[in-house]
């Protein structure tokens, strides 16, 4: 009896060390699926600023964007940009998660910007990972609140319930989304 116990545990042990490795190869594999996201993203609409400034950025933020954020669909998961301050209404925060979001935001501010994901399971077993996206310096042309006003005039004919809009260097201006099942 005793070895039958000592067999179960080591199973136990050993089914919790191998869920254990899963979520956190999981946790990885949504880190790596945002930040590939941020640097595609960042690296076009940079490569847009950087050779016709912040107007040609906000057109190709308009036109590629979400296109470039559904190319980032992986076999297994979903990956979506949110926000609390939106631009975009396909981007608002989902009902359903916005209390995760708002512990995110609460997160993110206390540790000054260090805390950076929340990770959890939804009903229906639907693992959600939520990463940050800090106010970059370069983001501030188009989301700070000092934007050009021809800028902001193009902003505001795109976007007519534009809110994302007077963000400070380092401020969390929204997430990306991971959705995924086991």
Not at 111 to 117: L, Q
Not at 122 to 132: L, T
Not at 137 to 163: F, S, T, V
């Amino acid at each position: 009896m005793k070895m039958r116990s000592k067999l179960l545990f080591g199973v136990f042990i050993s089914t919790s060390i191998l869920t254990m490795a899963t979520n956190a190869a999981d946790k990885e594999a949504a880190n790596d699926l945002a930040m590939a996201l941020q640097k595609d993203l960042g690296t076009v609409l940079m490569t847009a600023m950087m050779e016709d400034g912040p107007m040609a950025a906000l057109h190709v933020c308009n036109l590629e964007a979400q296109d470039i954020t559904a190319n980032h669909d992986g076999d297994k998961a979903k990956v979506t940009r949110i926000s609390h301050r939106n631009r975009n209404a396909l981007n608002e925060v989902p009902e359903e998660f916005a209390e995760k979001y708002a512990e995110l935001m609460d997160n993110y501010q206390a540790s000054e910007g260090k805390a950076k994901a929340v990770d959890f399971i939804s009903e229906g077993e639907q693992h959600i990972s939520m990463r940050a996206i800090p106010t970059a310096q370069h983001c501030l042309a188009c989301h700070g609140g000092n934007i050009e006003p021809e800028l902001k005039a193009e902003i505001d004919r795109l976007y007519p319930n534009d809110e994302a809009v007077d963000f400070n260097l380092g401020e969390m201006r929204g997430a990306f989304l991971i959705e995924w099942q086991e």
